[in-house]
């Protein structure tokens, strides 16, 4: 069945931002805590500011609100 939404492009967006949130080194105006709870477990990683992720989480939801309507798109296509 041919869909309105390419949501395998939506996906490596998704996780492209999530990879890059992680692999940037941690802005000054992160809180420190965070810095420190993520660094213990991953030295090298950092939590993902929440105010990026919020956006994202908001812009994704939307999204979701809108491909719902396709009647052509099956669950299986967002596992």
Do not use: G, W
């Not at 805590?33 to 993902?48: F, G, I, M």
């Not at 990026?52 to 994704?60: D, F, L, Q």
């Amino acid at each position: 069945h041919e869909t309105l939404y390419d949501i395998e492009l939506v996906q490596r967006i998704l996780e492209h931002f999530l990879f890059q949130q992680q692999t940037v080194p941690p802005t000054p105006d992160e809180s420190l805590t965070s810095q420190r709870l993520a660094c213990d477990e991953h030295p090298k990683l950092h939590t993902v500011p929440p105010t990026a992720m919020m956006r994202v989480a908001k812009i994704i939801d939307s999204y979701l609100a809108e491909v719902a309507r396709d009647t052509n798109l099956s669950l299986a296509q967002f596992q």
